[in-house]
C-alpha cells in the first residue's frame, strides 16, 4: 500500500497555518527533520506519527492515507449518498456516523454527511438535522483546501447554508444570501424570504431584478438556440427554429407594457427578422414576406416613439422596482439601422445555411424601405 505521507506532513500544516520551524516547534524536533519528512526523504517513528496525527486532530489511517483507506472513504460516501437519493435516511445516519467517527477531517466525508443532514432536516422537518447540518457545512468551509472535485465550489456550500438558516434565522439567512448574492444570482431567492418575512417592499425590489435578468437570459437563450438549430440546414430543424421564435415572441409580447412602445420591441423587431430568415431558407416566401413586413413596421413604430432607448425597466410590465436598470445591444440606436446592421453581420457564421436565403431578406427588407 502506498504511502502519501510525505504530502499529507505538509498539506495539514499549511491548513494549521504553520511554518516548517512552527511545526517542528511544537514536536520538539529539528527542521531538518520536518524538511526530510516533506520531501520523502525520511519518516518519522511510531510515537512522533501518533504526535502528528493529535496535533493536527486526525485519525492515523488519514494522516498515513493508505490507498486502501481512500477506497473505504469513497465507498462510505457513496454508500451514503445512496441510501440518501433512497430516502433511507435512518440507515444513512449510522453510516455518517461511522464515517464521522474516523474521518472527521476529511472534506469528502464531511460533505456527503453535510448534504445527508440537509436533505433529512427537509424531510423530516427537524431542527437538530437542521442544526448538524449547518455546523457539517460550516467545518467543510474548514476543510475545503482539500477539494478535488471542480464541480463542487464554496458559494455552493454557503448558498446550503443560508438555505438552512431560512428554516430557523430568517434574517441570518437574508444576510448570508446578500453576502454572496453575486451579479444578483441569489435575487430570487432573496425575494421568497423577503416575501416569508412580510417584506413586501423589498420582495418586490429583489423579485422584479430577477425577473428583469431572467427576461433577458431567456431571449438571449432562445435566441441562440434557434440559430443553432437552424444551423443544419435540415427542413426540420428549421421548423424548430421558427417555434422557437414564435415561443419568444409570445414571451416579448406578454412582458411588453400595454398601449407602449418600448425595448421589447425592439428586441421583437429582431426575432422577426430571424424567422423570417428560416422561412427563407424553407422557400415558404409569402411567410417570409410577411414576417419582415411585420419586423419592418415595428422597427418603423419603435424608432418614431419617444423613448429613452437604453432604459429596459420602463419597458418590462411587471418591472415594478425603484432603481432603473439599462440595456445596451451591440446594434445601432434606432430599430431600422439595428436590424441592418445585423444584415452586415450576417447573423450567423454557419457555413450549413445557404446565405442567398438572407439575400432574398435583405430584397424584401429593402422593398419595404421603399
Given amino acids: ?49 501518533m504526535e502528528l496525527a493529535n496535533l493536527y486532530n486526525i485519525s492515523m489511517d488519514e494522516l498515513l492515507s493508505y490507498d486502501k483507506s481512500s477506497k473505504n472513504i469513497d465507498k462510505m460516501v457513496e454508500t451514503i449518498e445512496n441510501l440518501c437519493d433512497e430516502h433511507k435516511f435512518e440507515e444513512a445516519v449510522l453510516e455518517a456516523n461511522s464515517a464521522l467517527t474516523r474521518y472527521s477531517h476529511t472534506f469528502k466525508v464531511l460533505l456527503a454527511c453535510a448534504k ?22 460550516n467545518r467543510c468551509l474548514e476543510y475545503f483546501s482539500q477539494n478535488t ?45 423577503l416575501l416569508d418575512m412580510h417584506n413586501r417592499e423589498e420582495c418586490l425590489e429583489y423579485s422584479s431584478m ?6 433577458g437570459v431567456q431571449y438571449q437563450l432562445m435566441t441562440n438556440m434557434s440559430l443553432a438549430v437552424a444551423s443544419s440546414g435540415k427542413a426540420k430543424d ?13 414571451i416579448l409580447d406578454a412582458y411588453a407594457v400595454p398601449d407602449s412602445i418600448g425595448y421589447t420591441h425592439k428586441l421583437k423587431t429582431i426575432s422577426l427578422i430571424i424567422r423570417a430568415w428560416w422561412f427563407a431558407c424553407l422557400k415558404e416566401y ?33 418591472y415594478l422596482c425603484k432603481h432603473k436598470s439599462s440595456v445596451y445591444d451591440s446594434l445601432d440606436a434606432t430599430a431600422v439601422s439595428g436590424i441592418e446592421a445585423l444584415f452586415s453581420q450576417k447573423i450567423d457564421g454557419s457555413n450549413k445555411i445557404n446565405h442567398k436565403h438572407l439575400g432574398k431578406v435583405i430584397e424584401c427588407w429593402n422593398r419595404m424601405k421603399k
Wanted: glycine letters at 4%; proline letters at 2%.
Fill in 116 to 137: 445527508l443532514y440537509y436533505y433529512k432536516s427537509y424531510a423530516d422537518m427537524n431542527d437538530k438535522d437542521c442544526d448538524t447540518a449547518i455546523d457539517l457545512m
Fill in 238 to 250: 428549421l421548423r424548430m427554429a421558427v417555434d422557437l421564435l414564435d415561443a419568444s415572441i409570445v
Fill in 286 to 318: 409569402d411567410a417570409m414576406e410577411e414576417s419582415v413586413r411585420d419586423s419592418y413596421n415595428l422597427a418603423v413604430t419603435y424608432d418614431k416613439t419617444p423613448h429613452k432607448s437604453s432604459e429596459l425597466s420602463t419597458s418590462i410590465r411587471f
Fill in 1 to 49: 500500500m502506498q504511502l502519501k505521507l510525505a504530502e499529507n506532513i505538509k498539506r495539514y500544516r499549511k491548513e494549521m497555518g504553520l511554518t516548517q520551524d512552527g511545526l517542528a516547534e511544537a514536536l520538539g524536533v529539528t527542521i531538518g527533520a520536518v524538511s526530510k519528512w516533506e520531501n520523502g526523504n525520511n519518516v518519522p517513528d511510531i510515537t512522533t506519527l
Fill in 149 to 193: 472535485d471542480p464541480e463542487v465550489k464554496e458559494f455552493t456550500i454557503r448558498l446550503y447554508i443560508a438555505e438552512l438558516y431560512m428554516k430557523k434565522d430568517p434574517d441570518k439567512a437574508l444576510a448570508e444570501l446578500k453576502n454572496i448574492n453575486y451579479n444578483g444570482c441569489n435575487d430570487a431567492i432573496i425575494g421568497q424570504l
Fill in 210 to 215: 430577477a425577473l428583469l435578468r431572467n427576461f
